[in-house]
Every structure is written in C-alpha cells, then in structure tokens.
C-alpha cells in the first residue's frame, strides 16, 4: 500500500496565498541590485555612445562598441560551455559517471552562469545601443528623409 505523503506547512501556505501576494513574493525575490546595474549601464553607454556619435566620432565608437559587443558574447559563450549544460538534467548525463561527478558537474555549470551574470550587464546595454542605432539610421532616416 502506498503510504500517503504529507505536504510541509511551506508548500501549503504557498498554495493558500492569493495570487497578489504570490506577486508580491516574487518581486521580493527580484534582484534589485542587478537591475539597478543593468539600468545604469544602459543609461552610461548609451549617453557615451551619444556624445560621441555627435561630435563626429561615429566610425570609432561603433567600431568600438560592436568588438566590445562580440568579445562579450563569445567570451560569455565561452565560459558558460555554449550554455549547453545550463539545462541538462541529471538523468542525462552519462550513466557511467558516478554521483559526485553528477554533482560536480552541475554544481560546476550552475557556478558559471551565476559567475557570468556580469557580463550580462554589459552585453544587453551594448545590444540596446545597436538595437537604436539601427532603428534610427536604417529605418527612421529612410522612412522620414
């Protein structure tokens, strides 16, 4: 016979909680930190790359800005193996590895993506700068001239 299995009095609350306070627990867990250094990246390089595109330095910022852009992102692929092990279960690893190398290798791909999170806020900000900069010469400049 299969034993009943209780729920802990955590997982019942949270069931219990209405779905303003599920939100309310879930902005809490937010990283307010990150997203204060997320935004203030993107207001710094963005403001940078301004100034200087209008004071005639087009050419070099963006050429400076698009290797920065790729260093980041291959260097962000790089370390986190392709991102390859970011979703890999221990069911699907190898069979004949044993428990600690299972271990290891999740702890292992789980300590580089919280370890590159960094590079993230550099990489998206760079990613905005392009993303207007082609808005604005690619599209507004042909479609308003």
Not at 41 to 70: E, K, M, W
Not at 74 to 103: C, H
């Amino acid at each position: 016979m299969p034993k009943n299995k209780k729920k802990s009095p955590a997982r019942r609350r949270e069931k219990e909680l209405s779905p303003q306070q599920q939100l309310k627990r879930q902005v809490k867990a937010l990283n307010w930190r990150r997203i204060a250094l997320l935004i203030t990246n993107t207001i710094l390089l963005f403001g940078v790359y301004r100034v200087l595109v209008s004071r005639g330095y087009f050419f070099h910022v963006f050429t400076l800005y698009g290797v920065a852009l790729l260093a980041l992102l291959i260097a962000y692929l790089v370390y986190n193996r392709g991102l390859v092990p970011a979703n890999v279960t221990r069911e699907q690893l190898p069979d004949d590895w044993d428990e600690a190398k299972k271990d290891a290798f999740l702890a292992d791909a789980a300590r580089r993506i919280d370890r590159s999170k960094w590079m993230l806020t550099i990489i998206f900000p760079l990613c905005l700068t392009f993303a207007y900069e082609v808005i604005d010469v690619m599209l507004l400049d042909v479609w308003f001239s």
